[in-house]
């Protein structure tokens, strides 16, 4: 029953437990004007207002209690995840030192013994109070500022993959590449890399972190292609070896630019890390006769051996003003022709058995409409 219907409703609620009718009428008289008080007469009738609404704020609980003493009551309270954060205050005449640890261990955050004078009990509670409240406040303030976070991580991821979409197309639409592109690319590689997971050689390499940074960094594989001169690469005829050569520098100078980005910041960046190796490295071939470096084998970053073979597929199976796309079953000849030559022998394996997924990607992101495709020098480079 509520002791003090007309009190303000701001009044602080405490809950008084004791078995003595006298001992509820002693405390709740101390208390009268400070606090809205509720009274239970045992620990059944506690427990059943403590998980009520509304709740009380702080629970002043007596110890020695027919059939459910107050040390029982409190441990239910813990127990429940919806009573407790309700502070328990043991108000007893117990007054031993082990009467006085048991309370603490069954969860109390404070143990008084009687008879208790009306200035240290309400400072005792008011204590307590003040320290749940300051404790929920930060609690509250910590959940925003973890959503808010939350929401601003993800608005930074959104505005990344723009981004990188964005450089990814200003880089391609300079050689006239197809439309999807770039998105074909990205999940051709996060399919390979899904399916490269399943050897127990690379499983532990393809964490679900890195399958994720393949995906949003494979896009900026060609970005050096903007140092380029035009002339050589709108040229449809065949290079001259000086040509050639200069053609082969846009994977160092795309691994440039995103080197001098990693320089720039204050910390590693495994995105940034990332994009670098696959932009240097994704013309390196397995046998050690690619570009720049001749690097082999596993010297070459396996996010790199991983777009090169997605790139080659795209570009076997897109229409060039030259030629027709290759139908599937000759693209993957052509792949299965380079196992150990141009690529790692593991990720054309995983290719082999992703094929579906392939098939499934080029249908989803198919080009719009006929273009008039990449230059002839540098899809010979990415093809043979």
């Known amino acids: ?3 003090s219907p007309q009190l303000p409703q701001d009044l602080p609620s405490i809950l008084v437990v004791d078995d003595v009718p006298n001992n509820l009428t002693l405390i709740t008289d101390l208390l009268a004007g400070q606090y809205r008080c509720r009274v239970a007469i045992n620990g059944y009738r506690a427990l059943s207002i403590a998980r009520g609404t509304p709740q009380p704020e702080l629970i002043l609980l007596d110890v020695a209690m027919p059939e459910m003493d107050g040390y029982e009551v409190c441990r239910e309270l813990k127990k429940d995840p919806f009573t407790r954060d309700i502070p328990v205050i043991f108000l007893t005449a117990m007054d031993g030192d082990d009467d006085e ?11 008084i013994t009687k008879p208790v004078s009306k200035a240290v009990l309400t400072a005792r509670i008011n204590a307590h109070l003040t320290l749940t409240r300051s404790k929920r406040f930060l609690t509250d303030k910590n959940e925003l500022l973890e959503n808010m976070v939350a ?59 890195s399958l994720e940074l393949i995906f949003k960094t494979s896009p900026l594989h ?5 140092g380029v001169p035009d002339s050589i690469l709108f040229k449809s005829g065949r290079l001259s070896p000086e040509e050639y050569d200069e053609m082969k520098k846009h994977s160092f100078f795309g691994g440039q630019t995103l080197m001098e980005v990693e320089r720039q910041l204050a910390a590693p960046e495994a995105f940034v890390a990332m994009a670098h190796e ?5 013309h390196e ?12 084998g596993e ?30 079953e ?36 198919a080009d719009a409409e006929a273009e008039t495709g990449r230059s002839v020098a540098l899809q010979r480079l990415i093809a043979e």
């Open 101 to 111: 640890t048991e309370g603490f261990n069954a969860g109390g955050i404070d143990y």
């Open 151 to 209: 929401l601003r991580a993800k608005q930074l991821a959104t505005m990344q993959d723009v981004i990188i979409l964005a450089m990814a197309s200003l880089a391609e639409a300079r050689d006239n590449d197809t439309s999807a592109h770039v998105r074909r690319i990205q999940h051709y590689s996060r399919a390979l890399a899904v399916s490269l997971k399943n050897n127990p050689s690379y499983a532990r390499q393809l964490t679900d972190e």
């Open 278 to 282: 696959i932009a240097l490295h994704h």
């Open 285 to 296: 071939r397995w046998d050690g006769t690619g570009y720049p470096l001749g690097l082999s």
């Open 330 to 365: 000759e693209a993957r000849k052509v792949i299965e022709r380079e196992r150990g030559r141009q690529f790692d022998p593991a990720v054309v394996d995983a290719f082999i058995a992703a094929e579906p997924t392939f098939y499934e990607i080029a249908e989803n992101f």
């Open 222 to 226: 060609d970005i050096g292609k903007v």
């Open 1 to 3: 029953m509520d002791q």
């Open 299 to 328: 010297q070459i970053p396996l996010p790199a051996r991983i777009v090169a073979l997605a790139d080659a597929y795209d570009a076997l199976t897109s229409a060039r003003v030259y030629k027709p796309p290759y139908p599937r």
